[in-house]
C-alpha cells in the first residue's frame, strides 16, 4: 500500500520511484507527458494512473497476471470488477 495520497508530491514521488523499479524511463516518460499537457487538461495523478497501467500490462505479458478478488464479480453492465497485477 502506499503511505501519500495521489494527489499529493509526496504521493507522486512515491509512485513515480515503484514505477522506476519496473520501467527505467518512468521519471523521463512522466515528464515528457507534464511538458506537452497543461495541468487543466492532463493531471499529475492521471499521468502516474496510465503508466501504472501500462507498466501493468507490460509485465503482464513476462508473467501471470492475478487477479483480487480470485472469483471475478461483474457490475450491472456485466463488466468485471476487479484489480489486476503481477504475480
Not at 487538461?41 to 497501467?53: E, G, P, T, W
Not at 450491472?76 to 503481477?86: D, S
Amino acid at each position: 500500500s502506499m503511505t501519500h495520497s495521489k494527489k499529493t508530491f509526496e504521493g507522486h514521488q512515491e509512485r513515480l520511484r515503484l514505477l522506476k523499479r519496473h520501467y527505467r524511463k518512468s521519471l523521463s516518460t512522466f515528464t515528457g507527458l507534464r511538458r506537452a499537457h497543461p495541468k487543466k487538461d492532463l493531471a499529475d495523478d492521471d499521468i502516474l494512473d496510465a503508466l501504472v497501467l501500462a507498466v501493468t500490462a507490460r509485465l503482464g505479458r513476462r508473467q501471470k497476471l492475478k487477479t483480487l478478488p480470485e472469483q471475478r464479480q461483474y457490475d450491472g453492465l456485466g463488466l468485471p470488477m476487479e484489480i489486476v497485477y503481477p504475480g
